[in-house]
């Protein structure tokens, strides 16, 4: 007789949080803190012909919090941060800004060499805020549950709906509903966190004291470069200036001055110039690509042959063309090289080649070797989701949030906004979110309740030293400011 087999049911996913205790100095002040870092289990109510099955495990997210010891939680602000993408884990913010420990990667012109370097971050915002950063889905160590699509996370509904599951978890077993709480995002984690503020607000009635908006964009709109659709032509203008002058083709024009200059254009004649089409005069043509040649560092040619419209990618190709070299997306005042110089199109960008070696170092052995977590598995700092990344909710209308952001300003006239820029961002210029913000649908009075804070630096304007401190400085502020303390 043969014995029958059964099933072994796979081990159901458990939390894998380690604790650890360490101590930092911080403008004089000793801060002692717990740091707690591992992957919490998403899980789903299940009902099947309308029975309730129990709770089935869907995702296993990755964070790391930083909570000061001793603190009254009633009062203690907590700070819940993400980086964007799609597809990028909280690394940068981590340890490039807001951590108590920091990467050493140094900057323009004296990057440091591998193995590069971590240091304390006298600067961190855990001196004013508890810190909970979050990796979505499929970045860091963060990963779909077995038998579960990756994919199912890889879009924006579900995007926002996994990560407000983890700080409502987080917000609850920790006991802070009664604290101040803010959201910090940095570029798609900025359309993230716009979509964040509001639905923690009718999914859960939690409402937030700040939202923190580092190189922000909340609509794509403002970014896209579409047939029939010239916005980001114009928008993306006063960056071009930006760039050309950090890079010396102004000669020695103040920055503020050509900004000036290029915004006051970006707004009247530009768009103008751009609506006549073929109905534009010579003269009036001739004019436009001489002043766009003057604020962009590009030749008139050049100008004359795109048909004055000027793609983001194709500037970093051209600009320093002549001297064969490249310059950065995320942060222009890098520069590279490149397999050829007749490229329509960088082929690397040289500013992400510059920074993702230290940050991926570091963070690996960071966490392994100081928090104690220890994963055979990769950390994916930039996990290759974007181009599957789903905006379903969207069809048919370009993506944005800004609705949802003035939404939740509307509901709750206490939330406070702080916006990042950098002048060599560009990725996302300042002018286009400069746009996006004027055109919010909140009344007047609620505009007060906006700040920004703008640095000569990139979209990670922290790599930047005299910017990381000038921005640390800003948001400490901002958070005691939007407490009332």
Same mark, same amino acid.
């Given at each position: 007789?043969?014995?029958?087999?059964?099933?072994?049911?796979?081990?159901?996913?458990?939390?894998?949080?380690?604790?650890?205790?360490?101590?930092?100095?911080?403008?004089?002040?000793?801060?002692?803190?717990?740091?707690?870092?591992?992957?919490?289990?998403?899980?789903?109510?299940?009902?099947?012909?309308?029975?309730?099955?129990?709770?089935?495990?869907?995702?296993?997210?990755?964070?790391?919090?930083?909570?000061? %010891?001793?603190? %009254?939680?009633?009062?203690?602000?907590?700070?819940?941060?993400?980086?964007?993408?799609?597809?990028?884990?909280?690394?940068?913010?981590?340890?490039?800004?807001?951590?108590?420990?920091?990467?050493?990667?140094?900057?323009?012109?004296?990057?440091?060499?591998?193995?590069?370097?971590?240091?304390?971050?006298?600067?961190?915002?855990?001196?004013?805020?508890?810190?909970?950063?979050?990796?979505?889905?499929?970045?860091?160590?963060?990963?779909?549950?077995?038998?579960?699509?990756?994919?199912?996370?890889?879009?924006?509904?579900?995007?926002?709906?996994?990560?407000?599951?983890?700080?409502?978890?987080?917000?609850?077993?920790?006991?802070?509903?009664?604290?101040?709480?803010?959201?910090?995002?940095?570029?798609?984690?900025?359309?993230?966190?716009?979509?964040?503020?509001?639905?923690?607000?009718?999914?859960?009635?939690?409402?937030?004291?700040?939202?923190?908006?580092?190189?922000?964009?909340?609509?794509?709109?403002?970014?896209?470069?579409?047939?029939?659709? %010239?916005?980001?032509?114009?928008?993306?203008?006063?960056?071009?200036?930006?760039?050309?002058?950090?890079?010396?083709?102004?000669?020695?024009?103040?920055?503020?001055?050509?900004?000036?200059?290029?915004?006051?254009?970006?707004?009247?004649?530009?768009?103008?110039?751009?609506?006549?089409?073929?109905?534009?005069?010579?003269?009036?043509?001739?004019?436009?690509?001489?002043?766009?040649?003057?604020?962009?560092?590009?030749?008139?040619?050049?100008?004359?042959?795109?048909?004055?419209?000027?793609?983001?990618?194709?500037?970093?190709?051209?600009?320093?063309?002549?001297?064969?070299?490249?310059?950065?997306?995320? %942060?222009?005042?890098?520069?590279?090289?490149?397999?050829?110089?007749?490229?329509?199109?960088?082929?690397?960008?040289?500013?992400?080649?510059?920074?993702?070696?230290?940050?991926?170092?570091?963070?690996?052995?960071?966490?392994?070797?100081?928090?104690?977590?220890?994963?055979?598995?990769?950390?994916?700092?930039?996990?290759?989701?974007?181009?599957?990344?789903?905006?379903?909710?969207?069809?048919?209308?370009?993506?944005?949030?800004?609705?949802?952001?003035?939404?939740?300003?509307?509901?709750?006239?206490?939330?406070?906004?702080?916006?990042?820029?950098?002048?060599?961002?560009?990725?996302?210029?300042?002018?286009?979110?400069?746009?996006?913000?004027?055109?919010?649908?909140?009344?007047?009075?609620?505009?007060?309740?906006?700040?920004?804070?703008?640095?000569?630096?990139?979209?990670?304007?922290?790599?930047?030293?005299?910017?990381?401190?000038?921005?640390?400085?800003?948001?400490?502020?901002?958070?005691?400011?939007?407490?009332?303390?």
């Amino acid at each position: 007789m043969s014995e029958e087999k059964t099933e072994e049911k796979p081990e159901s996913p458990a939390d894998d949080l380690v604790t650890t205790q360490h101590s930092i100095v911080v403008k004089g002040r000793e801060l002692n803190y717990t740091a707690t870092t591992g992957r919490i289990v998403l899980k789903e109510e299940v009902l099947k012909d309308g029975v309730f099955e129990g709770h089935k495990p869907k995702a296993e997210v990755f964070v790391t919090t930083y909570t000061l %010891d001793g603190a %009254d939680p009633l009062k203690r602000p907590v700070t819940f941060a993400f980086n964007g993408g799609p597809g990028s884990a909280s690394v940068w913010l981590h340890m490039g800004l807001l951590g108590p420990r920091r990467v050493l990667s140094g900057d323009v012109g004296d990057l440091t060499a591998p193995p590069y370097g971590i240091a304390d971050n006298e600067e961190s915002l855990l001196a004013e805020s508890d810190l909970v950063f979050i990796d979505p889905v499929s970045t860091g160590y963060s990963r779909a549950a077995q038998g579960e699509k990756p994919g199912s996370y890889h879009g924006y509904q579900p995007d926002i709906e996994s990560i407000a599951e983890v700080i409502r978890l987080w917000t609850s077993r920790n006991g802070r509903w009664m604290s101040p709480k803010f959201l910090c995002g940095e570029s798609y984690g900025t359309l993230r966190a716009a979509g964040l503020a509001e639905h923690l607000q009718k999914k859960y009635g939690m409402y937030l004291n700040g939202l923190m908006l580092i190189s922000s964009v909340l609509d794509f709109a403002t970014l896209e470069f579409n047939e029939g659709h %010239d916005l980001a032509y114009t928008l993306f203008l006063p960056t071009y200036a930006a760039i050309a002058n950090y890079h010396g083709l102004h000669g020695d024009r103040p920055l503020k001055e050509v900004l000036a200059e290029a915004e006051e254009f970006a707004v009247r004649d530009y768009p103008y110039a751009l609506a006549r089409g073929n109905r534009l005069s010579d003269a009036e043509r001739a004019a436009t690509i001489e002043k766009l040649a003057r604020l962009t560092g590009l030749s008139e040619e050049y100008v004359d042959a795109v048909d004055l419209r000027i793609e983001h990618i194709r500037f970093f190709t051209e600009l320093l063309r002549r001297d064969r070299k490249t310059v950065g997306r995320i %942060d222009s005042r890098f520069t590279g090289w490149d397999t050829d110089y007749g490229r329509e199109g960088i082929s690397a960008d040289p500013s992400i080649d510059a920074i993702l070696g230290p940050y991926s170092a570091v963070l690996n052995h960071y966490l392994h070797a100081e928090l104690g977590y220890s994963s055979d598995l990769p950390y994916e700092v930039l996990a290759r989701v974007i181009e599957n990344w789903s905006y379903k909710e969207f069809e048919g209308r370009h993506v944005t949030t800004a609705g949802k952001l003035s939404a939740a300003m509307r509901a709750n006239p206490h939330l406070k906004v702080h916006v990042a820029f950098g002048w060599y961002d560009g990725a996302t210029p300042y002018f286009a979110a400069e746009h996006l913000i004027a055109h919010l649908q909140i009344p007047k009075e609620l505009t007060a309740n906006i700040e920004s804070a703008y640095y000569p630096a990139g979209h990670m304007m922290y790599v930047h030293e005299p910017s990381r401190i000038q921005q640390s400085e800003d948001l400490a502020a901002f958070v005691r400011n939007s407490c009332g303390t």
